[in-house]
């Protein structure tokens, strides 16, 4: 079974350019993450998506982060404008809804350095 | 809210010898509670995880959990590490209705030879 995919794997950008990062989750897993691991932290939760629906989106930054997942597989994350806090490993996850057991599967991450 | 605390940043243990890691948790409901593991450029690997019944659980690459509702902790053990067990460790905590996670800062594990 393939896990989650994620791309690009490494991304360096200037401060105030925009960025994309893309999530294909495990085939069926109605449910996806996107985390924010910033380093020596753990992962923050900043949207959750069930199918093409927002669950949770509470720790967002929305005035310079999207997200959508418009066909409820595959997903994407923006940031526009790029900040230097936003340095970080982004993690995409997925697991099925409606189980009681909600392990998530993670993808590798995409690591953004914002110079 | 729920939260994780993880008090050591960083352990350095000796390839064979045991290990432990500490993690206390705030729940307000009955809580899920896992262990992920992170080695460098990779994602989180599941190791273990707690939903109810025995308090001690058996997770892969011989590690092993309890969890201990009256002090609101899930410790990671492992009897002998091994020098691929140098990694970063996450505990997190979740719930039966809730699909949030909210993980600990991590524990870095050293093992020297």
């Known amino acids: 079974e393939a896990g989650v995919a994620q791309s690009p794997r490494y991304k360096i950008i200037e401060k105030r350019q925009s960025v994309a990062f893309w999530c294909n989750p495990i085939?069926?897993?109605?449910?996806l993450y996107w985390y924010q691991q910033i380093l020596g932290q753990g992962p923050k939760l900043l949207i959750q998506f069930q199918n093409n629906g927002v669950v949770d989106d509470s720790q967002l930054p929305k005035d310079r982060f999207s997200a959508e997942r418009l066909k409820g597989v595959d997903s994407t994350l923006k940031i526009q404008p790029a900040k230097l806090e936003d340095s970080a490993v982004y993690l995409c996850?997925?697991?099925?809804?409606?189980?009681?057991?909600?392990?998530?599967?993670f993808g590798p991450g995409t690591r953004l350095t914002v110079l | 809210a729920q939260s994780v605390t993880q008090p050591d940043i960083h352990i350095t243990v000796s390839e064979g010898a045991s290990l432990e890691l500490r993690c206390n948790y705030s729940?307000?409901?009955?809580?899920?509670l896992f262990w992920y593991v992170q080695s460098p450029g990779q994602g989180l690997q599941l190791l273990l995880k707690y939903f109810s019944g025995d308090t001690l659980v058996q997770g892969i690459k011989g590690f092993e959990a309890e969890f201990k509702r009256s002090q609101s902790s899930f410790n990671l053990r492992k009897p002998s590490v091994h020098w691929s067990d140098a990694a970063e460790y996450f505990c997190?905590?979740?719930?039966?209705?809730?699909?949030?996670?909210?993980f600990g800062a991590g524990t870095t594990v050293t093992v020297r030879a």
């Open positions: 996850a997925s697991t099925t809804w409606g189980s009681k057991y909600n392990e998530q599967f």
């Open positions: 085939s069926g897993h109605a449910t």
């Open positions: 729940y307000g409901a009955t809580p899920y």
């Open positions: 997190a905590v979740g719930g039966e209705n809730d699909y949030k996670l909210s």
